[in-house]
């Protein structure tokens, strides 16, 4: 699925979305705002934490910060980088139901950015040598924020208790 708003959606009154298929499947959702010539860009995969095998959480988390270690035609590390020389800013999340990739940037930029979410999807390469230390980053995100989080970790296994049998479990 793919999100454009030129605004913040919090800073504007509501204004209806425009929604359309395109060929390939492709969800489109636009919220026009042209007081500004910014634009956000979103592209949702309906994939997240709930698809994760029981006993093997993490790999939706895994694997969205694995979409930022590059292509042929971008160096790891560097999608950011351009977004940023671009004067915009970017960032990705991982939910239970969805893993979400987004950029914010002036509007003249928004065909090279699109280029570039198409490429990290399409062709992402991923040796060891680039896995085994972002494998670390999330084990390390893991214990900050959960592990090492009494009210997190409360939460993890509230959920695990509430959904014996689901997948958000």
Do not use: C
């Not at 959480?57 to 971008?74: C, N, P, Q, V």
């Not at 939910?95 to 928004?110: G, H, P, V, W």
């Not at 999807?121 to 980053?137: F, H, I, Q, T, W």
């Not at 997190?152 to 997948?167: D, N, T, V």
């Amino acid at each position: 699925m793919l999100f454009l708003s030129s605004h913040p959606a919090s800073a504007r009154p509501w204004v209806e979305p425009e929604t359309f298929t395109l060929d390939n499947g492709l969800q489109v959702v636009v919220l026009p705002d042209h007081r500004v010539p910014v634009v956000t860009h979103m592209v949702w995969y309906r994939v997240g934490a709930a698809d994760e095998p029981p006993g093997k959480s993490g790999i939706a988390h895994f694997l969205e910060h694995l979409m930022f270690k590059g292509t042929d035609k971008i160096a790891p590390g560097e999608f950011s980088k351009i977004v940023a020389r671009m004067g915009g800013q970017d960032n990705a999340f991982t939910s239970q139901d969805y893993t979400a990739y987004f950029q914010r940037i002036a509007l003249a930029q928004l065909p090279k950015v699109m280029a570039m979410e198409a490429d990290r999807m399409a062709n992402l390469k991923l040796s060891e040598d680039v896995v085994g230390p972002e494998r670390d980053v999330v084990l390390e995100e893991r214990s900050a924020r959960t592990d090492n989080e009494p009210t997190a970790l409360f939460s993890e296994q509230m959920r695990a208790a509430q959904y014996l049998a689901h997948p958000y479990g």
